[in-house]
């Protein structure tokens, strides 16, 4: 079997053996070769004491000491195909050395998969068309094709449509403007879909608040707006999307308390945060490519650990936040911070409320939520004539208050049937408990409230009247 060279290999061989035929000079072969007289020489010698053989570079056919051996490459193969199959190949190659301890580059590992035509999910369309051809060719000179290349050969005709999101300027200060939203997913790979609302910071990347949920809820933007309102404190300006539920709904007779739009935006409004919506989703950008890789990784993740359920994944997203801001955000040091504190004397579950109004019926009670209950101040209850408009605060720790003009008076159901008859029950020494009014520069004053909602309508007529200019 004769010896195989590379090009240039060849070409010198072929020089040399001119120059001991004869048929050239030590001199031209030189100027051929763009060699020294001296490395001329050396292979001259290398020619009459080897032959052709002598040509060819000392390491070809040798394994290097860094290469992968075949155990350790049918075990990627195997774990990709078996336990990371959905995953990118930059996280796939991640968790090869955090958890199966096999040191391996990214290239290394594109490289493998390519050859048993296994593509990342996040491949570009160009790699996935270069793949399409290859099998193609290979299909036109009728070579027998596995299951597995067929298949990769019919799903590489598909290309999705491709999401643009451009890039922009970040904020300048951490806290500056932070974008929330929530994303309708089949989280746990069961065709459940749940919602995981989040908020992330546009200067850094950090993400400051998640939370799973059935749907898009007013609660779980609560819950998101407490976890950066306690750990990083009051921003600046939220930025999100008016075609989520913090869109007003108009309707015949709009409901207050499922208006999100009103509450949280009271919220905001009490604490001192601009609220803006846009339905450009390049304005948002940034939790659009959130999501992005909160689907990819995120879903992995959760998947590893056999998630199933949304109080499960709230409780992994604890310890997987961190985890994530230290791996893709920017660190705080890099940038100012424009987060207030939030003062010690305001209570969370006091701003995070929902708000409706109702009327003071013929007995002297309000009813809210199919239940009927009387007014009380300091334990003694408040008779207001019927009619009399009211404000209904419901608090995130599911406490009832009610507001007229400038006071807070609590709330106490009035059952159908009494729970103790006084005739015919042994007594019972009822535990006498103090009862807690906010004081009166508390925002949950009616008046506040009112004038919230008169401003509100008064900038969605302008709006209107300008967009029908």
Not at 142 to 155: D, W
Not at 348 to 365: E, M, P, T, V, Y
Request: hydrophobic share 30%; proline share 3%.
């Amino acid at each position: 079997m004769g010896v195989h060279l590379k090009m240039f290999e060849e070409q010198k061989y072929k020089t040399i053996k001119k120059i001991n035929n004869g048929q050239i000079s030590k001199a031209r072969a030189g100027v051929e070769l763009a060699l020294s007289r001296r490395q001329i020489n050396r292979l001259i010698r290398v020619y009459q004491t080897e032959g052709k053989s002598g040509f060819r570079h000392g390491n070809q056919n040798r394994k290097p000491s860094t290469g992968l051996t075949p155990e350790t490459k049918k075990k990627i193969i195997t774990l990709y195909n078996k336990k990371y199959e959905a995953f990118n190949l930059t996280h796939f190659t991640e968790k090869l050395v955090e958890v199966e301890n096999i040191q391996v580059s990214y290239t290394t590992v594109r490289n493998l998969l390519y050859e048993k035509n296994l593509l990342s999910p996040r491949a570009f369309r160009q790699t996935k068309r270069k793949k399409h051809k290859e099998l193609q060719e290979k299909e036109q000179h009728k070579q027998v094709l596995t299951k597995k290349k067929c298949q990769v050969l019919n799903e590489l005709d598909y290309v999705d449509t491709l999401k643009a999101h451009p890039s922009r300027s970040r904020k300048k200060y951490f806290g500056e403007q932070l974008q929330m939203d929530a994303s309708s997913h089949d989280w746990f790979k069961n065709g459940s879909y749940a919602h995981l609302h989040a908020a992330i910071d546009d200067a850094t990347g950090i993400i400051v608040g998640a939370r799973f949920d059935k749907e898009e809820t007013l609660d779980a933007y609560y819950e998101v707006t407490e976890q950066f309102l306690t750990n990083y404190g009051i921003p600046y300006e939220i930025l999100t999307d008016n075609r989520t539920v913090f869109i007003y709904k108009q309707e015949k007779h709009p409901s207050e308390e499922k208006d999100t739009f009103t509450q949280f935006g009271y919220a905001c409004h009490t604490l001192g945060i601009n609220l803006r919506t846009t339905s450009i989703p390049q304005a948002k950008g940034k939790i659009e490519r959130l999501w992005n890789t909160l689907q990819d990784r995120l879903l992995q993740e959760m998947a590893l650990c056999s998630i199933q359920s949304i109080d499960e994944a709230n409780l992994f997203l604890k310890h997987y936040i961190p985890t994530y801001n230290a791996k893709f955000a920017l660190q705080l040091k890099d940038s100012k911070s424009a987060f207030e504190k939030l003062p010690k004397t305001v209570i969370l579950d006091h701003i995070l409320a929902r708000f409706s109004q109702r009327i003071i019926q013929k007995g002297h009670g309000v009813k809210y939520q199919n239940k009927l209950y009387r007014l009380h101040d300091q334990n003694q209850q408040v008779l207001l004539t019927p009619k009399t408009s009211v404000m209904i605060i419901h608090t995130k720790g599911n406490e009832l208050y009610a507001s007229v003009d400038n006071s807070v008076f609590s709330l106490q159901e009035i059952l159908l049937h009494e729970e103790v008859s006084k005739e015919l029950d042994e007594p019972v020494r009822a535990r006498k408990t103090q009862l807690v009014i906010p004081a009166l520069s508390h925002p949950w004053k009616k008046p506040s409230y009112d004038r919230y909602l008169r401003n509100k309508k008064q900038k969605e007529a302008i709006k209107k009247g300008a967009l029908l200019k």
